[in-house]
């Protein structure tokens, strides 16, 4: 497996976007289904953007200033992600608003990762080259590790207050 971190955020991308099908497809009648669905993307979602705002940010914007202004777009799209991760967290699967706030969930992220992969990646590719790109690669795994897997242990929800004072 390759330790590129743009392949890496892409491999997480790949299985998320996954989840985001499984769940639109589950069925109107579905909740437990969809819940065990939302719960698992929630955890993905919680890891991906930590790894990304400890690591990948941090990194690309401290060796490639010119793209500050994208970084600043994805934190706050990671922010907006984080505060409807948490209302859904924290929801009933049968709740009336459970399914229209995993569909607005899904249409951000969805659109995040598009700007990502599309206008974000080939830029810090063609900004870094490989051998940086392996190095920020290691930390992430390294990061994924001990990254939170639910929004309510202390350096997710550490995050998402950052995300909300700030």
Do not use: C
């Not at 890496?8 to 985001?20: C, G, N």
């Not at 200033?65 to 934190?75: F, G, H, R």
């Not at 699967?93 to 990502?116: G, M, S, W, Y």
């Amino acid at each position: 497996m390759s330790n590129d971190a743009i392949v890496l955020l892409k491999e997480d991308h790949k299985e998320i976007r996954k989840l985001f099908t499984d769940f639109e497809n589950a069925g109107e009648d579905a909740s437990k289904t969809k819940a065990k669905i939302v719960h698992r993307i929630i955890e993905l979602l919680t890891v991906h953007t930590y790894i990304e705002n400890e690591v990948m940010y941090p990194r690309v914007r401290a060796l490639l200033p010119d793209l500050e202004d994208d970084i600043l777009e994805s934190y706050e799209e990671h922010h907006v992600a984080d505060v409807l991760v948490m209302e859904l967290y924290g929801m009933e699967p049968d709740a009336e608003r459970f399914d229209a706030k995993a569909t607005v969930l899904i249409e951000n992220v969805r659109h995040h990762i598009e700007e990502e992969e599309d206008e974000w990646f080939p830029k810090v590719r063609a900004g870094l080259g490989r051998k940086a790109l392996q190095e920020i690669g290691e930390e992430l795994l390294v990061a994924k590790k001990t990254a939170p897997r639910e929004p309510s242990q202390p350096s997710a929800l550490k995050k998402t207050i950052d995300a909300v004072i700030s």
